[in-house]
């Protein structure tokens, strides 16, 4: 009879979470230094440039505008923030709420169950997100072609 080896990780933690508190700072500092990036874009010598499909079509992209909303977003105007691109302000918002998280799971020692979550819920997250999209992109080509007919302000860069 052959006895099995023990295991090499500690029962008690989680199983490929050896590193999770350097992954958990490294979040932080993306998050951070991105906002920071984001809020001097603002002050940059240059302008940004135009995509690729704009310059092709002549008509706003699906992310048209997200780099300006994330950019309000980071100077703390939401309201500009949303007229820009509603789903910029949305991860923009997104990214700081799993700071948040990430942070308590840094004070507490305690995981949350991430791998469990996105087992469950990306299906539903993905398909949300690529209607929420495209809605947004109709939305604003129709008011590129007939103008603004909803009280939605969503503003279409040109």
């Not at 490294?26 to 302008?47: D, E, N, R, S």
């Not at 310059?55 to 100077?75: D, E, Q, S």
């Not at 789903?87 to 004070?107: I, R």
Request: charged content about 10%.
């Amino acid at each position: 009879m052959a006895v099995s080896p023990e295991p090499l990780t500690n029962p008690t933690q989680p199983q490929g979470t050896t590193n999770w508190r350097l992954n958990r700072w490294l979040y932080l500092l993306v998050v951070g230094g991105g906002t920071v990036m984001a809020y001097l874009l603002a002050y940059a010598p240059f302008k940004l440039p135009v995509c690729l499909f704009r310059l092709m079509t002549g008509l706003p992209c699906m992310g048209c505008g997200m780099t300006r909303a994330i950019v309000a977003a980071a100077h703390g105007d939401f309201h500009s923030a949303f007229a820009w691109h509603p789903m910029g302000l949305a991860l923009f918002l997104a990214l700081w709420g799993g700071a948040v998280f990430v942070a308590y799971e840094l004070v507490t020692h305690r995981l949350f169950p991430w791998a469990k979550w996105l087992q469950r819920w990306s299906f539903a997250l993905a398909w949300a997100l690529f209607v929420s999209f495209l809605l947004i992109w109709v939305l604003r080509i129709s008011y590129y072609r007939y103008g603004q007919w909803l009280p939605i302000p969503l503003k279409v860069p040109l």
